[in-house]
């Protein structure tokens, strides 16, 4: 039976991303969801979920904090090309670095930064939060029947600015572009949190439980 395990670092609330994919696990016949902060777990996973919520630093502070827990990740994702899907920080982690508060080393799989959300309108707070529009202009196998005007739930202030455009594959509009995924190969992140995305969340939560790259 195929495994995805939902890595737990103490860094949010893994409540509702846990009952989201376990629901879509089991409507499409994907296997055992599950919950774990054990290396051993993420070894022998078939997939991989790093959700995150906070500020960068204190979010890459709480993994590395976990001994052998991103060693695991990192063999399992670039080492055995394990499908990964990032959400909001643990998407953020994927890049290079992170310019919250103080510079950061990201993982380095997409090139790029973290930088704080600068509308050009004044009258937009930062940070963006509640519901907005994808416009998707990449293609990856988790994209599929998802598309531009899809709703996204954000909460967020910082976001990923890529290297490579190819590798960004939607954005919102929010006063400017704001990073919405990001991904390339076995690999996928969402600003947004899908498991509260409704319709497109839950789409994409079930083409990643069923991918195989």
């Known amino acids: 039976m195929a495994l995805t395990v939902v890595v737990d670092y103490d860094s949010g609330n893994l409540h509702s991303a846990e009952k989201a994919f376990q629901r879509m696990a089991a409507e499409t016949g994907a296997g055992e969801v599950i919950i774990s902060g054990q290396p051993e777990d993420v070894a022998r996973a078939d997939r991989i979920v790093l959700p995150g919520d906070g500020a960068y630093p204190a ?24 499908p990964f899907m990032g959400i909001c920080i643990g998407m953020q982690m ?37 519901w907005n529009d994808l416009v998707v202009t990449g293609q990856h196998p988790v994209l599929d029947g998802v598309g531009t005007g899809d709703h996204a739930y954000f909460v967020h202030s910082y976001q990923v600015v890529v290297a490579d455009p190819i590798q960004r594959l939607a954005h919102a509009e929010y006063g400017g572009d704001v990073t919405a995924i990001i991904g390339r190969d076995n690999m996928i992140g969402t600003q947004f949190h899908p498991e509260k995305s409704q319709h497109a969340g839950l789409r994409m939560i079930s083409n990643f439980l069923t991918w195989a790259p």
Do not use: Q
Request: some cysteine; glycine content about 16%; hydrophobic content about 35%.
């Open 94 to 130: 994927m890049a290079t670095v992170g310019r919250e508060y103080v510079d950061t080393p990201g993982f380095g799989w997409i090139g790029g930064e973290v930088v704080e959300i600068t509308p050009d309108d004044p009258t937009l707070k930062v940070p963006h939060m509640g």
């Open 59 to 82: 979010c890459k502070a709480a993994l590395e904090g976990h001994s052998g827990l991103h060693e695991a990740i990192e063999e399992s994702v670039i080492g055995r090309g394990r």
